[in-house]
T-cell receptor
Framework: NAGVTQTPKFQVLKTGQSMTLQCAQD?????MYWYRQDPGMGLRLIYY???????DKGEVPNGYNVSRLNKREFSLRLESAAPSQTSVYFC?????????????FGDGTRLSIL | AQRVTQPEKLLSVFKGAPVELKCNYS??????LFWYVQYSRQRLQLLLR??SRESIKGFTADLNKGETSFHLKKPFAQEEDSAMYYC?????????????FGKGTKLSVKP
């Protein structure tokens, strides 16, 4: 009963390094989302994928790219990490974009950029 | 613009005291509102949503369209209620469907 699985759970990077955060869901959901959580800011949407084969920018997309690899997987890539990207990243999924079903969240990835 | 406001960053109460976490929203249509809870270093979990009109863990929330509010209430707080609480609005604009979150309120219940 995994739900939404994120890897890795923790990562420390140096400025300028690149990495990919992985997310997979096993609920046959169509829509997937990447949020970042910062103290005092709540959660803000980085990118989303309303359905397989589509991706779109959210509120804070700069410095990130995403890939919807298939229906299950949605990855987030930092091409050149910056200290401002130090945050906790959450992946979420929902059945469809316009459903009133709740979003399900992963455990988060705690990322530090030095 | 769609927006969710949680005016309190921190709310501290004693065990057994009533709790009210405030949430106000800005949305032109019929809102879909949720409360999510995040216990220490855990994932966000859905606590309740207004459409269900349910009570979870003793918490209730009523949508007041006149005041554009969706406050979360519990008559008697427990220590295990200590957590971060987020009010969220479903974004039906375009194809997004994402949640618009408030900045969160940290609830601390003291023994």
């Amino acid at each position: 009963n995994a739900g939404v699985t994120q890897t890795p759970k923790f990562q420390v990077l140096k400025t300028g390094q690149s990495m990919t955060l992985q997310c997979a869901q096993d609920m046959n959901h169509n829509s997937m989302y990447w949020y970042r959580q910062d103290p005092g800011m709540g959660l803000r949407l980085i990118y989303y994928s309303a359905s397989e084969g589509t991706t779109d920018k959210g509120e804070v997309p700069n410095g990130y790219n995403v890939s919807r690899l298939n229906k299950r997987e949605f990855s987030l890539r930092l091409e050149s990490a910056a200290p401002s990207q130090t945050s906790v990243y959450f992946c979420a999924s929902s059945a469809t974009p316009r459903s009133n079903q709740p979003q399900h969240f992963g455990d988060g990835t705690r990322l530090s950029i030095l | 613009a769609q927006r969710v406001t949680q005016p309190e960053k921190l709310l501290s109460v004693f065990k057994g005291a009533p709790v009210e976490l405030k949430c106000n929203y800005s949305y032109s249509g019929s809102p879909e509102l949720f409360w999510y809870v995040q216990y220490s270093r855990q994932r966000l979990q859905l606590l309740l949503r207004h459409i269900s009109r349910e009570s979870i863990k003793g918490f209730t929330a009523d949508l007041n369209k006149g005041e554009t509010s969706f406050h979360l209430k519990k008559p008697f707080a427990q220590e295990e209620d200590s957590a971060m609480y987020y009010c969220a609005l479903q974004n039906y604009g375009g194809s997004q469907g994402n949640l618009i979150f408030g900045k969160g309120t940290k609830l601390s219940v003291k023994p």
